[in-house]
C-alpha cells in the first residue's frame, strides 16, 4: 500500500479546480470569424433603394412597382400570406452609350 505525502496530495488537490475552469471556459471563447455574421434583410418596400434599376419586385405577398417618375406603389397583403424572401420581376434596360 503506498503513502502518498501529504504536502502533495494538497497540491494536487488545489490545483483541481483552477484546472477545471481552464478546461470549461477555453473552448467557449469564440473569434469573430466564428461567429455568425449577420444578414441584410429588405423589407419589400425598401427593397427598390438598395436595387435602383429593378422596377418591379415581390416577396410572394406584397407586389412593388417603380414608375417612370420614380414613384412607388406596393400593393396590399393577401390574408395568412407567408412572404419569402424579396426578388426582382423586372429591371430597367439601360444600354451603353454609342
Known sequence: ????????????????????????????????????QPRIVHSVQSYGDSNKSCTSWTDGCVTCKRDEKAELACSNIGIACQA?????????KTTAPK
Not at 9 to 23: C, D, H, N, R, V
Open 1 to 36: 500500500m503506498t503513502v502518498w505525502p501529504m504536502a502533495k496530495t494538497q497540491k494536487t488537490l488545489s490545483a483541481l479546480p483552477i484546472l477545471t475552469f481552464i478546461m470549461l471556459i477555453v473552448p467557449l471563447q469564440a473569434s469573430a470569424a466564428d461567429l455568425p
Open 84 to 92: 419569402k424572401g424579396v426578388r426582382c420581376l423586372d429591371s430597367k
